[in-house]
């Protein structure tokens, strides 16, 4: 066999514009974490070995047939669910929450696998029950959501329940839910957010306070959320320059190589590099869009159509929260923020829709 022969067989279900895409962002995070490590290689090393097993897991799931992808739907959400309850039960505390499950040769935390636990599993039920799709499958599928959320959400960690609470409603949405119960659903939520902010634990109120006026505890409370304004609007139009950014390297900012690393980058690059960068994260998105459009089953549109929006609501949701106009939830930006779980996670869910779009031709219509 020639290397032509064998290039081709590897990339043989790999989507190029998709790994165009990722590959744009991964190289932007590793030029801003070589900043925000303070011109170190420490940072950006680390983060090369996280792009490797994030790159093997993506290839691997890749060339799964759609079959395949199908079978995993219910031992994943299992196997997910009973390590959740393993954390309610022996978890590790940390900073106040029981987040993470010690299993003798690692420490993981259970609630980064459901992120793609739950749209695989419910995408999957809703393929078993097409053709007779009634109310009672909606609210079956809705358990199947509220299971996860409810432990993780118990951690505390409201920042991911909320997250995928989002990838499972944007399954509900692809199955056809109707827009009167959505609508109902919004109006059902106001009406009972004085409830829900009673049932907030104390971190959880203040961030939404500071959302409004962070200044009330500037040193404290306020102090992210500040930091970060400051570091994005003093990018300007051009930005400070590469390895120039006073917050970051005065250490104003926190959390720079994770939750605010897009604050790095801002004060660095400015309006035009996040434009730049929007348009990376676009052309990832869109690819998405164009796969969910041409998928050739009823669960292979439900997924890949989770995926691109989870993906582009994660994205949403830190430049947000960076940018003053959402509370600080600590959620990282995909696949430039520093992180090992969240890279793989990610790239399992771009291997699921390398699969959708390499595999379909061999799925009939």
């Known amino acids: 066999m020639t290397k032509r022969q064998l290039w081709l067989r590897f990339t043989a279900h790999l989507d190029m514009p998709l790994l165009l895409g990722l590959g744009l962002l991964m190289l932007t995070s590793l030029t801003i974490l070589h900043s925000a490590d303070n011109g170190g290689w420490g940072q950006p090393l680390k983060q090369v070995l996280n792009i490797l097993v994030g790159f093997t897991a993506m290839w691997i799931v890749a060339n799964l047939p759609l079959h395949y992808l199908m079978r995993t739907a219910l031992p994943i959400y299992t196997l997910g669910v009973v390590l959740l309850i393993g954390v309610a ?13 010690n299993i003798g040769i690692a420490t993981i935390q259970p609630s980064e696998l459901m992120k793609i636990g739950v749209p695989l599993m419910m995408a999957w039920y809703f393929e078993k029950h097409e053709a007779t799709l009634t109310a009672k499958n909606y609210i079956v599928a809705t358990l199947l959501l509220l299971v996860p959320v409810a432990l993780i959400a118990r951690q505390p960690d409201l920042g991911t329940a ?11 949405f692809l199955a056809g839910l109707s827009w009167k119960v ?16 009673s049932m907030l634990h104390d971190y959880q109120r203040h961030r939404i306070e500071m959302l409004f006026d962070p200044s009330q505890d500037a040193l404290g409370k306020g102090y992210h959320t500040i930091q970060g304004m400051i570091a994005v609007g003093s990018g300007g139009l ?4 590469y390895l120039n950014g006073t917050q970051t390297h005065l250490d104003f900012l926190p959390e720079r190589t994770t939750d605010f690393i897009f604050a790095v980058y801002s004060e660095e690059f400015g309006l035009l590099g996040n434009l730049i960068l929007l348009g990376f994260y676009l052309l990832v998105i869109g690819r998405g869009f164009i796969i969910t459009a041409n998928a050739s089953t009823y ?24 940018s ?3 509370p600080v939830v600590g959620v990282p930006l995909p696949l430039m923020s520093y992180g090992g779980t969240s890279m793989l996670t990610l790239m399992l869910g771009f291997g699921m829709l390398m699969s959708i779009e390499t595999h379909k031709k061999l799925v009939k219509t």
């Open 89 to 101: 039960l022996f978890g590790d505390i940390s900073h106040g929450a029981r987040r993470w499950l």
């Open 162 to 172: 909320l997250l995928i609470s989002a990838s499972g409603f944007y399954v509900l």
């Open 182 to 197: 959505i609508g109902g659903l919004f109006v059902a939520a106001l009406a009972s957010a004085p409830v829900m902010w």
């Open 238 to 241: 051009l930005g400070k320059g």
């Open 299 to 322: 669960f292979t549109r439900l997924m890949a159509g989770s995926i691109t929006l989870t993906f582009a609501t994660y994205a949403f949701v830190n430049m947000g929260m960076v």
């Open 324 to 326: 003053g106009i959402l």
